[in-house]
């Protein structure tokens, strides 16, 4: 199981490098590509063994994954910095917080959390945000992501991590012009 945990994070973070792409392709096309995504980790990825989940609930992250980036493109069409921030957010703060999750650091209200890991997630991935969006966004971005990843809620935090960052930079942005 462990590998099939290790698999699960190397796709997630992987994915991730399309956030990068979204500038270069109409948002049209880029939501095409996340509904063909969201059906081909629905019926192929979420029946492979090596990416199996022990919860058995493989099937609703990886859909959910590319669902809340179309959603998010439908939301804010050209203006990439949000879907950006949000893709970002949840393909390396997520995908890292587990595997650099120290035993005995667990945060008081989710002990299936690591302090250190989301800190050292959040730290990646500012840095990574910094390629893209100006300081005051990405560290906004980055911290709601990572916060939104610690908490024990009852739904899939690949709908809440990117929301948090989308909205966060919103927040953040607006607050600033």
């Known amino acids: 199981m462990i590998r099939a945990a290790l698999a699960r994070r190397v796709v997630h973070i ?6 990068f792409l979204l500038p270069l392709l109409a948002w049209q096309t880029s939501l095409c590509i996340c509904m063909a ?5 629905l019926f192929v990825l979420s029946r492979r063994p090596w ?4 919860d058995g609930r493989g099937a609703v992250g990886l859909t959910a994954y590319p669902l809340v980036i179309a959603l998010l493109l439908l939301l804010f069409r050209d203006d990439y910095a949000p879907v950006q921030a949000a893709w970002v957010a949840m393909a390396v703060g997520d995908g ?13 209200w989710n002990t299936r959390k690591s302090w250190v890991g989301s800190g050292a997630a ?24 990572c916060i939104a990843e610690s908490l024990p809620l009852p739904w899939d935090d690949n709908l809440s991590v990117p929301l ?3 909205s966060a ?6 607050s600033c012009a």
């Open 164 to 166: 948090a960052a989308a």
């Open 96 to 108: 890292l917080a587990p595997l650099l999750a120290v035993r005995g650091t667990e945060w008081a």
């Open 37 to 41: 995504a969201a059906l081909f980790n």
């Open 14 to 19: 992987a994915v991730g490098g399309g956030a």
């Open 169 to 174: 930079l919103c927040v953040v942005r607006w």
């Open 122 to 145: 959040f730290c990646v991935c500012a840095l990574v945000l910094l390629a893209l969006l100006p300081p005051p966004l990405a560290l906004a971005a980055a911290a709601a992501g």
């Open 51 to 54: 990416l199996a989940r022990a």
